[in-house]
C-alpha cells in the first residue's frame, strides 16, 4: 500500500469544497463568529444560543468538526501504516505508537458517524460549508513526531477547546443530543491529545533537538488558530480555552499560558485591525 500519501490526493466526492488555511481567512462563510466587535453584541463573544448569528456560526463549526474528524482519521490511519516499527530513531516509530494510532483511528471513524448525523440534526448539508484540509496537511510531515505535536497536541487540543464549547451551547440550548455527543468526544480527544503528548516526551527522550523543532512546529499550528482570537481566556473570544482538560491532556501549565497570550496577541491584533477599518471608513 501506498506511503505518504499528499493532500491533494484525499478521497472526496463532488459535495466537498476544500480550502486551505489562507482562503479560509478570507471566506465569509468560515468564521466562528468574529465578525463584529465583542462591543456591539455586549459583554461576552461566546459562542452561545443567544447570539443573533448563534444557528449560523454553530451550523459552520458543526461542520468543521466532521470535516477534521474525517481528516483526523485519515491521519492517524497514515502514522500508523507510513513508518516503520522500531526504536523511535530515523523513520521508525514503536509499535505500541502504531497501535494507539489505529486505536485513535477506531474513535475518529466514530467521530465522523457522529458528527455527520449531528450536522444533519443540526440541518446543515455536507459541502453547505467549505472543508479546511489543514489537519491531513500537518499529518503530512515525514518526521512522526512533528505528525504528534501538529495534529495530536495542537488541533486535537483545539478540538478540546471547541468541543467543551459546543457541550455548553448544547447545554444551553436544551438540546441533550449535541450536549452528550461532545461530551463523549471530548473524553475521546483528551486520551488523543494524551497520546500525544506521552509519545512526544517519550521518543524525543535523548533528542533536543528533535523535541524543540516539534514543539515549534506546535506553536506555528497553534498560531494559526489564533487567528483573530477566536480561542481564548477572554470572553471576547468565541471558543474558551479549556484549561482543565489540557491539565488531563498532558499540557503544562506554561504551555497553556503561552497559547493563552498567543490567543491574546491574536484577538488584540483583530481589534486594532477593527478600530483602523472603522477610522478608515469614518465610523
Ligand atoms: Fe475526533
Ligand atoms: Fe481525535
Redesign the pocket.
Known amino acids: 500500500m501506498r506511503q505518504f500519501f499528499p493532500v491533494d490526493d484525499l478521497a472526496r466526492d463532488e459535495r466537498f469544497v476544500q480550502t486551505n488555511m489562507a482562503k479560509r481567512m478570507a471566506d465569509s462563510r468560515s468564521a466562528v463568529g468574529v465578525k463584529k466587535s465583542a462591543k456591539s453584541r455586549g459583554a461576552s463573544n461566546r459562542l452561545t444560543p443567544d447570539r443573533h448569528d448563534a444557528s449560523e456560526a454553530a451550523r459552520s463549526l458543526m461542520h468543521g468538526i466532521m470535516v477534521g474528524?474525517i481528516q483526523?482519521l485519515e491521519g492517524a490511519g497514515r502514522t500508523a501504516h507510513d513508518f516503520a516499527a522500531g526504536d523511535g530513531s530515523g523513520d521508525t516509530i514503536p509499535f505500541e505508537l502504531k497501535l494507539d494510532m489505529a486505536r485513535q483511528a477506531w474513535?475518529?471513524a466514530r467521530?465522523v458517524e457522529i458528527s455527520a448525523k449531528l450536522s444533519d440534526w443540526m440541518g446543515t448539508e455536507l459541502g453547505q460549508f467549505s472543508e479546511n484540509t489543514v489537519l491531513f496537511e500537518a499529518a503530512c510531515s515525514n518526521d512522526p513526531v512533528l505528525r504528534l505535536a501538529g495534529v495530536n497536541r495542537a488541533l486535537e487540543g483545539l478540538?478540546i477547546d471547541v468541543f467543551t464549547q459546543m457541550k455548553e451551547f448544547g447545554q444551553l440550548a436544551g438540546d441533550p443530543f449535541l450536549e452528550f455527543c461532545e461530551d463523549w468526544?471530548l473524553a475521546?480527544?483528551v486520551t488523543?491529545v494524551k497520546m500525544g503528548s506521552d509519545w512526544l516526551r517519550k521518543v524525543t527522550e535523548n533528542d533536543p533537538d528533535r523535541r524543540a523543532k516539534a514543539l515549534e512546529f506546535q506553536q506555528v499550528v497553534d498560531k494559526l488558530f489564533s487567528f483573530g482570537g477566536a480561542r481564548g481566556d477572554s470572553d471576547e473570544s468565541p471558543i474558551g480555552l479549556a484549561r482543565r482538560f489540557r491539565e488531563l491532556a498532558g499540557f503544562t501549565d506554561d504551555e497553556v499560558d503561552t497559547i493563552a497570550e498567543m490567543d491574546h496577541d491574536a484577538l488584540e491584533e483583530r481589534k486594532a485591525a477593527v478600530r483602523l477599518a472603522q477610522e478608515a471608513a469614518g465610523v
Open positions: 474528524e483526523a474513535d475518529e467521530h478540538a468526544m475521546d480527544e488523543h
